[in-house]
């Protein structure tokens, strides 16, 4: 049997089923203190047990996107914050190439508050 949060990204349809498997596994990566939990319902991202980042598909806009939990100490024109206060978030066209260097920019600079915010 699926985990939770195994069964979540097995669930979704084509293209958005590569993509967030892509992100999965890609912000997984980034840093060797980064680990998975599933969270609220949702598949998160920690790093070192600290809510990072979380992946979820945007019903209005019929996207995935990566959610930044410190997104507000992070500087990029492409988040949205949709009235959130702390959080914002990168949609991600599916249908198209993947960012990674936008994605690597945005996670690297969230990172680097967290690993100054945790010394």
Same mark, same amino acid.
């Given at each position: 049997?699926?985990?939770?949060?195994?069964?979540?990204?097995?669930?979704?349809?084509?293209?958005?089923?590569?993509?967030?498997?892509?992100?999965?596994?890609?912000?997984?990566?980034?840093?060797?203190?980064?680990?998975?939990?599933?969270?609220?319902?949702?598949?998160?991202?920690?790093?070192?047990?600290?809510?990072?980042?979380?992946?979820?598909?945007?019903?209005?806009?019929?996207?995935?996107?990566?959610?930044? $939990?410190?997104?507000?100490?992070?500087?990029? *024109?492409?988040? +949205?914050?949709?009235?959130? /206060?702390? #959080?914002?978030?990168?949609?991600?066209?599916?249908?198209?190439?993947?960012? $990674?260097?936008?994605?690597?920019?945005?996670? *690297?600079?969230? +990172?680097?508050?967290?690993? /100054?915010? #945790?010394?």
């Amino acid at each position: 049997m699926l985990s939770p949060l195994d069964n979540y990204f097995q669930n979704q349809e084509e293209p958005v089923k590569s993509c967030m498997q892509f992100l999965r596994m890609h912000i997984l990566k980034l840093d060797e203190n980064m680990s998975e939990a599933w969270k609220y319902g949702m598949p998160f991202f920690c790093y070192k047990g600290k809510m990072f980042c979380y992946i979820w598909f945007h019903k209005k806009y019929q996207q995935p996107y990566i959610g930044i $939990v410190a997104g507000s100490k992070v500087d990029d *024109k492409d988040l +949205l914050n949709e009235k959130r /206060s702390r #959080m914002k978030i990168l949609l991600i066209d599916a249908n198209k190439d993947i960012p $990674v260097k936008k994605i690597n920019d945005i996670l *690297k600079q969230a +990172l680097a508050f967290y690993k /100054s915010e #945790m010394g």
